[in-house]
């Protein structure tokens, strides 16, 4: 019974959602997850740089943790870094669907904006900009990102 519930619930969430990621991932048959590019420094690592479900790949928030501190420095170096995270996913910039922007200061806004416009293409993906609570972006960078993408 709570199975048949979970499917029929699914399968009307996914019919809600059409082409959407989640629709997208559903349809494609998968229910297992694929993780890359695996980062850590103990037996279990803490995370992986990318997760595959379906036809989506989740890339994990990239940072720069390197001098000199500049926003168009490191916004490029975070670029450059997803960028490479996707392509050994199987996917590109092009493909990119959703980026969250993590900024250590949010007066530094324009500064990433100037580095970041025409990177995903001509159809830039949707995107959400925070700048982050007391304490930063960890290991020092000044900006830090992470997105969805489609293969």
């Known amino acids: 019974m709570k199975t048949e519930r979970r499917t029929a619930l699914k399968r009307m969430f996914t019919s809600l959602l059409g082409i959407t990621g989640v629709g997208l991932a559903a349809r494609a048959g998968t229910t297992e997850k694929e993780a890359g590019s695996i980062s850590g420094f103990q037996q279990a690592p803490l995370f992986s740089g990318h997760t595959k479900y379906g036809n989506l790949v989740f890339i994990a928030g990239k940072g720069a943790h390197v001098a ?21 996913a199987g996917s590109s910039m092009e493909k990119v669907l959703k980026v969250n922007v993590y900024l250590n200061d949010i007066a530094d806004y324009k500064g990433m904006n100037e580095v970041y416009a025409g990177r995903f293409g001509m159809n830039p993906p949707v995107r ?18 992470d997105c969805i993408a489609y293969i």
């Not at 926003?71 to 392509?87: A, C, G, P, Q, S």
């Not at 930063?136 to 900006?143: A, C, F, I, Q, W």
């Open 128 to 145: 959400t900009t925070v700048a982050v609570a007391k304490g930063g972006v960890p290991g020092d960078s000044l900006v830090e990102m």
């Open 68 to 88: 000199p501190f500049d926003i168009k420095n490191h916004t490029e170096i975070v670029l450059k870094e997803l960028e490479k995270e996707l392509i050994k």
